[in-house]
């Protein structure tokens, strides 16, 4: 079946402009998760949705930062105003509770802030 | 404050050879130790996973082996082929728990020659 997908693949953003990411989990999974990974580094935690909700976002870098996923199923990670820092691969997961860590990652989105 | 150390960092082996990746954890919570193999411009795919009721789980090749009361793990991959050539990564996370991300290590990268 269909993983995980993420798009756009690449983006280049100007510094200030503002950004969407969006993913598309596995259909049905309804964890849904978002990391950020930079360069040679493994991922780090950004949010963490269950259904629609919103359960952990004790991880986003600032409030900049948003994510949403209205309808339990789709997630759009949004950063306002870019800065050059925020240049790293945004990887999305998702899974299907109890095993919550059972995590499918796409193949993220390489955001480069120029 | 890292969570979880990874080493060696970069890792080269020949075929036939075993390829061995620690990990060490800090938080005691942690019960859930999976294994992460990224090829470049890819997300990170499962690889294998254990929970502290074993201590070791084998899967073909690929084989973890935990030790609680050092809070180690560690990864070995019999019969290393060119083909595993890529970046691994440990995570721990809680299991089925409120709290659904991993943390990372930071990767490894392991050539197998020819």
């Known amino acids: 079946g269909a993983g995980v997908s993420q798009s756009p693949r690449y983006k280049v953003a100007k510094r200030g402009q503002d950004v969407a990411l969006r993913c598309d989990p596995i259909s049905g999974h309804v964890s849904l998760f978002w990391y950020q990974q930079a360069l040679g580094q493994g991922p780090e935690f950004l949010t963490y949705?269950?259904?629609?909700?919103?359960?952990?976002k004790s991880g986003l870098p600032s409030d900049r930062f948003f994510a949403e996923r209205p309808e339990g199923s789709v997630s759009t990670l949004k950063i306002q105003r870019t800065q050059q820092e925020d240049s790293a691969v945004y990887l999305c997961a998702s899974s299907l509770p109890p095993v919550t860590h059972e995590q499918y990652f796409g193949p993220g989105t390489r955001l480069t802030v120029t | 404050q890292q969570q979880v150390k990874q080493s060696p960092q970069s890792l080269i082996v020949q075929k036939g050879g075993i390829s061995i990746i620690n990990c060490a954890y800090e938080n005691t919570a942690f019960d859930y130790f999976p294994w992460y193999q990224q090829f470049p411009g890819k997300g990170p795919a499962l690889l294998i996973a254990i929970r502290p009721d074993v201590s070791e789980k084998k899967e073909g090749r690929f084989t973890i082996s935990f030790n609680k009361s050092a809070k180690q793990f560690s990864l070995h991959i019999m019969d290393s082929q060119p083909g595993d050539s890529a970046t691994y990564f440990c995570?721990?996370?809680?299991?089925?728990?409120?709290?659904?991300?991993?943390?990372f290590g930071k990767g490894t990268k392991l050539s197998v020659k020819p």
């Open positions: 949705f269950q259904n629609e909700a919103q359960l952990d």
């Open positions: 995570a721990a996370g809680n299991y089925g728990g409120s709290q659904g991300n991993l943390i």
